[in-house]
């Protein structure tokens, strides 16, 4: 046998067996990330592996209980020109064949997270096991960058699974657990947590196992008039979720899939090609800059050691509810606080339905249900770690119950309001140690939005903010750094927008043609559907306390629907009246309309409003400005935030000018 050659971020080693263990293992890395020099390393290893022809090959991490999170994103950013970052593809494509032809057992061991090239990779071997345990997770990740899977994966996996299964999985961008991922056909074993996965993987390489070839059915959705009809439908319901003038990822790849799913060389070149001109193009580029913004976010969360068990929750009405839920969602225990049982009850039936949606199993949904205590008398604030208040928008009231709070809270609880403009500082003038309030701003609905505010003031500890965005990447959230504010950032931002929105409505300009210029900008969700969604009451709570020029009238406005009982969403008629989660809307009433000039005015005091936050210093930078707005308000993603595309539009016109000139 060959003697092995020293790599840096592989291990080669040869046992009694002569089986050959392939271990990735990044130095200095919490993850494997499969950057060029790795690729190239690991044809290297091949290359060595090809000469010796083992009695099998089998490929593990050195990271416990992670496998290999994917391709360095980080490089992506080198490409910038399609035919060149093809030409980088297929000399993947060319190692990852070499890898499917090696005629030995080849077996691929994973646990933990297995994302976009790491499946990849894993896809080219004859037989994959997986660790079952909650940390497993499998997925192709790229359309969130825009681009698909392009070492060879969108082609392997409309192989193995055909358009029917694949597609969805790669145009959602979800992650399977292990269990999920086996019943698909991506993993051909499971182990157990306790179970050796060498000793499994020495059993697959004796047996010679190989994972079941596709069958007769998956040919048939391959085939050409059912794949034609199949890639038709399944362009027609991306429709509803992504324009293709924003997001040509997904088209790509149905286009990829009809033309060619019947033939896999001609899939892989498609793949080469397709990825080479999206990975340079605008929507990529900008998406990889979100992805950028929201990992920064992610590391404060990072910075505090501190481990929340319990949280106690004032005010159980749709937000306050929503928080306790979806607290006990991520493990922690949850006392919930009202006047009345009969205000906590109906929360407590919402979050019965999170869980429904969320758990898998019908105990672990019970056990989500006990950990979720509804506490009439505030006994849960004597030993909580995190107490957040979340009653109605008044200054007074959240004094008063502060004041209280303050003298049962244990001194290490975290004292967090859930207001949604109130300066922090109003809040805290009543305690007697204003540093102990810190806002976390939770933005509805709580399930669904990542973002969390952290509001912090000028009397603030600064060792209080840290352990409150540790709680913030403890319940999977997204901390924000915002000094106190009328309306801190997101809410400071959306309210020109959103006063905006109501003058043109006021002005005879129909709230379809409102939406309409929205959406076709890229904003998720137009302007008057989201003021039903957030709650027409709320949103006046927010124009009261702002403020404005228009304030007055805006709250009369909003005031008298409120008055019809017409609240928005949560009472089935706002602005547009509900049926089953959605708005009835008129598309004729966007006729006539010059939406484009339409989004531009519309849009236009949301960025004059960003570009004041900066002036003011509420958050570090520019960057966290166009993270919270996308984060928090949606704005377009494939625009890379707010300032960034605004410096974007000043840097064309600027080099449009020059070249004219």
Not at 240 to 264: G, Q, V
Request: proline fraction near 5%.
């Amino acid at each position: 046998m060959s003697k092995f050659p020293d790599l840096k971020s592989w291990r080669l080693e040869s046992d009694i067996d002569n089986i050959v263990w392939l271990t990735f293992d990044c130095p200095g890395e919490k993850a494997n990330i499969l950057s060029t020099a790795a690729i190239m390393e690991l044809d290297t290893a091949i290359t060595t592996i090809e000469t010796d022809n083992p009695a099998g090959l089998v490929l593990q991490s050195g990271k416990p209980g992670s496998f290999i999170y994917g391709a360095n994103v980080n490089e992506f950013d080198d490409a910038t020109d399609p035919k060149e970052a093809a030409e980088g593809i297929r000399t993947v494509h060319a190692l990852f064949n070499r890898i499917e032809a090696l005629p030995f057992p080849t077996v691929a061991c994973i646990e933990g997270f297995c994302l976009g090239g790491g499946l990849e990779l894993a896809l080219a071997f004859d037989w994959r096991i997986a660790k079952n345990t909650d940390k497993t997770r499998i997925g192709f990740p790229e359309m969130n960058l825009g681009i698909f899977p392009g070492f060879g994966g969108a082609a392997r996996t409309i192989r193995k699974l055909g358009g029917k299964d694949a597609l969805p999985l790669m145009l959602s961008a979800r992650f399977l657990r292990a269990s999920a991922a086996r019943g698909l056909g991506l993993v051909d074993q499971l182990v157990s947590p306790q179970a050796s996965m060498a000793w499994a993987a020495r059993k697959a390489v004796a047996k010679k196992l190989k994972s079941k070839a596709p069958g007769r059915s998956i040919s048939l959705l391959n085939s050409g008039p059912i794949r034609r009809w199949l890639a038709k439908f399944v362009r027609k319901e991306t429709a509803k979720k992504a324009n293709p003038k924003h997001y040509p990822a997904p088209y790509k790849l149905i286009d990829l899939f009809e033309d060619h799913a019947d033939d896999f060389p001609a899939m892989l070149e498609a793949e080469a090609v397709g990825v080479g001109e999206l990975i340079v193009g605008d929507t990529s580029r900008n998406l990889r800059r979100v992805f950028k913004l929201m990992e920064r976010l992610k590391s404060e969360g990072k910075k505090s050691d501190v481990k929340v068990r319990r949280v106690h929750v004032i005010g159980a009405g749709v937000m306050g509810g929503d928080i306790a839920a979806w607290c006990v969602l991520r493990g922690l225990d949850v006392t919930l606080q009202d006047r009345e049982m009969k205000y906590i009850e109906p929360a407590i039936k919402r979050a019965g339905k999170l869980f429904s949606k969320k758990v898998r199993s019908k105990a672990a949904r019970a056990a989500a249900m006990a950990r979720l205590t509804p506490d009439v008398d505030g006994l849960g604030i004597s030993r909580a770690d995190v107490i957040v208040e979340a009653i109605f928008e008044n200054l007074e009231a959240k004094q008063e119950l502060f004041k209280k709070i303050e003298k049962q809270a244990p001194k290490h609880a975290i004292l967090a309001t859930n207001t949604s403009a109130i300066p922090l500082e109003d809040i805290a003038s009543v305690l007697r140690s204003p540093k102990r309030l810190i806002g976390l701003h939770f933005f509805n609905p709580v399930a669904k939005m990542p973002l969390l505010e952290v509001v912090y003031g000028k009397k603030t500890d600064k060792a209080l903010i840290k352990r409150a965005c540790a709680f913030a990447g403890q319940i999977s959230r997204f901390p924000l750094l915002v000094k106190s504010s009328p309306g801190f950032l997101v809410n400071r931002v959306l309210a020109p927008y959103m006063s905006k929105a109501m003058a043109l409505y006021q002005s005879g300009i129909p709230k379809e043609a409102i939406d309409k210029a929205a959406t076709d900008f890229g904003m998720p969700m137009g302007p008057v559907e989201l003021a039903d969604t957030v709650g027409l009451d709320v949103g006046l709570g927010v124009v009261s306390t702002l403020g404005g020029d228009d304030a007055e009238e805006q709250a009369t406005f909003l005031k008298k629907y409120i008055d019809a009982g017409k609240l928005g969403k949560k009472s089935g008629e706002g602005f547009y009246q509900w049926e089953k989660g959605r708005a009835k809307k008129d598309s004729e009433k966007t006729r006539g309309h010059n939406l484009k000039k339409l989004a531009k005015e519309l849009l236009q005091p949301y960025f004059d409003e960003c570009e004041a936050c900066l002036a003011d210093g509420i958050v570090a930078d520019a960057d966290i400005i166009d993270a919270g707005m996308i984060f928090g308000t949606g704005f377009a993603p494939f625009l890379g935030g707010p300032l960034h595309y605004l410096e974007t539009q000043k840097n064309t016109a600027a080099a449009k000018q020059e070249a004219s000139s």
